[in-house]
């Protein structure tokens, strides 16, 4: 959980702090007990702060959800878009930034990763969430789809680039589940190893064998 200045908790602590504390102290709730068992009474006791703060500042549980969902995704999204900025005008360095960066630990701990599966499994019955979580994912989405048709260009490969780029999206998802289960042992290292792996395989003349073994042994 991000630290929060012990003077925070005092009577002064801005309106931006004292959210940010209910927010955090939320991710954290859903990690250990889920969406249903997560109420304002707990988060406010994970939070070191009185429920009758957290309704001044969010009313309902509800608000509580979307706030923290969209505090979620709205860090993800600067996450990830700084990554593809750092790769500069180069798709292969753009799309290994944006992998890496989806194993960074500021984004792909196992805390985050369970709060992020308690919205999924609600939000099929609950559009605010489908809304949020949509928006986030088709950006995403349509910047991979990007990448993989330069690439494809570049490096003429034989492939359908909006399939390809689901794939890559799915991949992902499927090693940060996997994760969060605790799968074969796996961790953030390996799971980044393999995310590359399966890079090299579909785009031979830009991710290289060589390049995954310097990886492993930088």
């Not at 602590?13 to 969406?35: F, M, N, P």
């Not at 959800?65 to 995704?73: D, E, K, N, P, S």
């Not at 701990?109 to 499994?121: Q, Y």
Request: hydrophobic share 40%; glycine share 6%.
């Amino acid at each position: 959980m991000r630290k929060v200045d012990p003077e925070a908790r005092g009577h002064k602590a801005s309106k931006e702090t004292r959210q940010l504390q209910l927010i955090e102290a939320t991710i954290d709730s859903l990690a250990k007990r889920g969406y249903a068992e997560t109420t304002t009474a707990l988060v406010a006791v994970g939070a070191g702060l009185s429920r009758g703060i957290v309704n001044f500042h969010f009313e309902s549980k509800e608000k509580l959800l979307v706030a923290t969902l969209q505090y979620m995704a709205d860090e993800y999204a600067a996450h990830w878009r700084a990554a593809y900025e750092k790769g500069g005008g180069d798709p292969a360095r753009q799309l290994a930034s944006m992998v890496t960066a989806d194993f960074d630990r500021s984004i792909c701990s196992k805390r985050k990763l369970a709060a992020w599966c308690a919205f999924w499994g609600e939000a099929k019955s609950r559009p605010t969430y489908q809304a949020l979580c949509g928006k986030r994912d088709q950006a995403y989405h349509d910047i991979i789809i990007e990448i993989c048709q330069a690439l494809k260009a570049d490096g003429r490969y034989d492939f359908n680039a909006r399939a390809t780029a689901m794939g890559l999206s799915a991949m992902l998802e499927g090693l940060r589940l996997r994760l969060l289960l605790g799968a074969e042992g796996l961790n953030r290292e390996t799971a980044c190893q393999a995310a590359f792996e399966h890079l090299a395989s579909i785009f031979p003349r830009h991710f290289s064998r060589s390049d995954l073994d310097a990886r492993d042994s930088a």
